[in-house]
Nanobody
Framework: QVQLVESGGDLVQSGGSLKLSCAAS????????MGWYRQAPGKQRKSVAT???????DYADSVKGRFTISRDNAKNTVYLQMNNMTPEDTAVYYC?????????WGQGTQVTVSS
């Protein structure tokens, strides 16, 4: 089992920045890819960014050039730096990690961008 705890969600003005963190505990040595999804009200959960254990990254088109995903393997933590935010970034952000057995999810953290 892996437990994921997110932090950093907040209310921010349009054009502002936030950094989300997600710390893994438990059987964290089995973790491979980590990433972030988000779910806006009334919409499906969508992938935002992923990062492999080797550091390769991938981003949704809507956040490319504005968001940066990173991870600290020693701390079993993944981060999402969000810059130049817009109201369209408003959502609950969920981190996840993949293991050989299954995917685990965090509880979600609310990010709200005001115009």
């Amino acid at each position: 089992q892996v437990q994921l705890v997110e932090s950093g969600g907040d209310l921010v003005q349009s054009g502002g920045s936030l950094k989300l963190s997600c710390a893994a505990s438990g059987s964290s040595r089995t973790i491979s890819t980590m990433g972030w999804y988000r779910q806006a009200p009334g919409k499906q959960r969508k992938s935002v960014a992923t990062i492999t254990s080797g550091g390769s990254t991938d981003y949704a088109d809507s956040v490319k050039g504005r968001f940066t995903i990173s991870r600290d393997n020693a701390k079993n933590t993944v981060y999402l730096q969000m810059n130049n935010m817009t109201p369209e970034d408003t959502a609950v952000y969920y981190c996840y990690c993949n293991t050989a057995v299954r995917r685990f999810w965090g509880q979600g953290t609310q990010v709200t961008v005001s115009s």
